[in-house]
């Protein structure tokens, strides 16, 4: 029998089917959760400064899983016999740059928390600032994923199958311009990714530091306990001075009124500020969890796109079908980083859970 190119990628094929079904539901997953985070957070919501960049994250994230996932169940079902190099091209640009510009709003993100918590009276990110940050962001993640173009394109190579060499065609790094050039570009990628990264998790460490530096502070306050019914110190005073503090307020009525008055108006204002900390809190908690799991899901791309880059074939060709699995699926892994941040939204943003739930009709 001529085993051909064709025969061989319709063995890989039949090994990825669990793979291609799998990336099948999370893109699935990705394309409803992100479509529901932008019409709500875009048109049912109110803009507050908190929730400025979340539509604009979840049109990236939305992009980044559709073009990540179609790409990955396309290579599934054409790894041997992937002839479209303008495709090849084209997918990867649009891939990596969606990817870029989701990472990129997460450091803006984290950027934003940080000048609100750490720096609330110094410079923020506000109106024409903030257009211009996304406008920048898109831009630097177009001008370095350019380059794609013309290092990307179909990769002509060899496999051996049965001790017989077949010729086959894949999409990658194409050997003609895989020089040094190629290297250089893709070592100042992924270094700008990893600093990305650094930088993202770096910020939200003071951010966390004085988060909690302030509610330890307001746990120890005698307001905020008296506010929340605990015993203070002059409800713990005996019974003699209860009395005599009661002889006065029937002495002095009015002035005991006017007091109580500034204190019921102070009260309202401690809430008021306490819960607008607690949403905060809420907020960051938040985007401190979708960095965790970009750091994640992003870490294994990196390592499985450097490691196997000097003989792919080799590398990918003569693994077991469990081995080639799981590593292909945590090659993969950036896709579930696009596909989470719905779930976490839903998770910590309760204006936007009480919402959603009234949309669905079920009785809070």
């Given at each position: 029998m001529?085993?051909?190119?064709?025969?061989?990628?319709?063995?890989?094929?039949?090994k990825m089917y669990f793979n291609t079904a799998l990336t099948s539901f999370l893109l699935l997953l990705g394309l409803v959760g992100n479509s529901v985070i932008l019409y709500f957070y875009a048109c049912r919501m109110p803009r507050t400064e908190d929730r400025y960049f979340i539509?604009?994250?979840?049109?990236?994230?939305l992009l980044a899983c559709s073009f990540g996932s179609i790409f990955a169940i396309i290579i599934n079902f054409n790894r041997l016999t992937f002839h479209?190099?303008?495709?090849?091209?084209?997918?990867y640009f649009f891939t990596w740059c969606t990817s870029s510009v989701s990472a990129a709003m997460l450091l803006v993100i984290a950027v934003n928390r940080y000048l609100k918590?750490?720096?609330?009276?110094?410079?923020?990110?506000?109106?024409?600032?903030?257009?211009?940050?996304?406008?920048?962001v898109l831009a630097i993640s177009i001008i370095t994923t350019l380059p794609l173009f013309y290092f990307m394109g179909r990769l002509e190579g060899s496999v051996e199958n049965r001790g017989i060499e077949i010729n086959v065609t894949s999409c990658g790094l194409t050997k003609d311009r895989g020089g040094a050039y190629s290297k250089l570009y893709f070592f100042l990628e992924?270094?700008?990714s990893l600093l990305v990264m650094i930088f993202t998790v770096a910020l939200y460490i003071p951010i966390g530091i004085t988060i909690y530096n302030r509610f330890h502070s307001i746990r120890n306050s005698k307001r905020v306990k008296k506010l929340l019914g605990i015993t203070t110190s002059e409800e713990s005073e005996d019974d003699g001075g209860a009395d005599t503090s009661s002889d006065r307020r029937a002495t002095s009525t009015p002035n005991y009124t006017e007091a109580l008055q500034n204190v019921l108006d102070s009260s309202i204002s401690r809430k008021k500020n306490s819960h607008r900390r607690r949403v905060r809190h809420n907020f960051t908690s938040m985007f401190v969890t979708i960095v965790i799991f970009y750091v994640m899901s992003y870490l294994p791309t990196f390592i499985l796109i450097i490691v196997p880059s000097k003989n792919p074939f080799r590398f990918w060709f003569t693994l077991d079908d469990l081995s080639l699995n799981i590593l292909v699926f945590l090659k993969r892994a950036f896709i579930v980083?696009?596909?989470v941040n719905p779930f976490v939204y839903g998770y910590f943003d309760l204006h936007f859970r009480s919402l959603f739930k009234k949309s669905l009709g079920i009785c809070q």
């Open positions: 001529n085993y051909t190119a064709e025969n061989y990628n319709l063995n890989f094929q039949e539509p604009y994250l979840a049109l990236a994230d479209w190099d303008f495709l090849c091209k084209g997918l918590v750490c720096r609330p009276n110094g410079y923020q990110l506000t109106g024409r600032k903030r257009k211009f940050a996304l406008l920048l992924f270094s700008l980083n696009h596909i």
